[in-house]
Antibody, heavy 125, light 108 residues
Framework: QLQLQESGPGLVKPSETLSLTCTVS??????????WGWIRQSPGKGLEWIGG???????SYNPSLKSRVTISTDTSKNQVSLNLNSVTAADTAVYYC?????????????????WGQGTLVTVSS | DIVLTQSPGTLSLSPGERATLSCRAS???????LAWYQQKPGQAPRLLMY???SRATGIPDRFSGSGSGTDFTLTISRLEPEDFAVYYC?????????FGPGTKVDIK
């Protein structure tokens, strides 16, 4: 059974870097069939796709966040990580790790078939 | 970016009734790459439908999806108590992938 579990600090100071880790069990982040990545949800902006990564290291980011985001994998630990720098209060949200799936023949266009339970990150001094 | 609008904002129905939820896109969603999710309080969204009309694994057949172009519909044929939740649509025809603001289905 596929499970995704997010972990990381629940409180980050403004201008600092938000760092989260997602540990995957029941599948591999080295899978050749999926991207792995992050989505966030806030009362103000709703659900927002952040980005994803393929086992080759290829990434796809939301242009609205691209300048501040890095997503990476640690295949030895079967983990996906998110770094978001220069955070402000607007980055306060529940952050979800999610497996990115694609319809056959449409690689690079993703829906999200498995999600972690989410972790709340608050940006405040 | 494609903006998704969902209506109604809230749908108040009784168990056993039929629910019809709408999702409208600001541009054509190519290949009907539209997904639907269900979210209950304190939980992550759960994938219900993808490709507008394909049910995800384990989703009961009382859920159905339809539509193309800019107009899509999620129908729940007979509401069960566990179906009262918030429903989101998401387009993945073009990046960035975007979500609608949600429709809350609550008990009348």
């Amino acid at each position: 059974q596929l499970q995704l579990q997010e972990s990381g600090p629940g409180l980050v100071k403004p201008s600092e870097t938000l760092s989260l880790t997602c540990t995957v069990s029941g599948d591999s982040v080295s899978s050749r069939s999926y991207y792995w990545g992050w989505i966030r949800q806030s009362p103000g902006k709703g659900l927002e796709w952040i980005g994803g990564i393929f086992y080759t290291g290829s990434t796809s980011y939301n242009p609205s966040l691209k300048s501040r985001v890095t997503i990476s994998t640690d295949t030895s630990k079967n983990q996906v990580s998110l770094n978001l720098n220069s955070v402000t209060a607007a980055d306060t949200a529940v952050y979800y790790c999610a497996r990115h799936s694609a319809n056959d023949g449409s690689w690079g266009l993703f829906y999200f078939d498995y999600w972690g339970q989410g972790t709340l990150v608050t940006v405040s001094s | 970016d494609i903006v998704l609008t969902q209506s109604p904002g809230t749908l108040s129905l009784s168990p056993g009734e039929r629910a019809t939820l709408s999702c409208r896109a600001s541009q054509i969603v190519i290949r009907s790459y539209l997904a639907w999710y269900q979210q209950k309080p304190g939980q992550a969204p759960r994938l219900l439908m993808y490709g507008a009309s394909s049910r995800a694994t384990g989703i009961p057949d009382r859920f159905s999806g339809s539509g193309s172009g800019t107009d899509f519909t999620l129908t729940i044929s007979r509401l069960e108590p566990e179906d009262f939740a918030v429903y989101y649509c998401q387009q993945y025809g073009s990046s960035p992938f975007t979500f609608g603001p949600g429709t809350k289905v609550d008990i009348k």
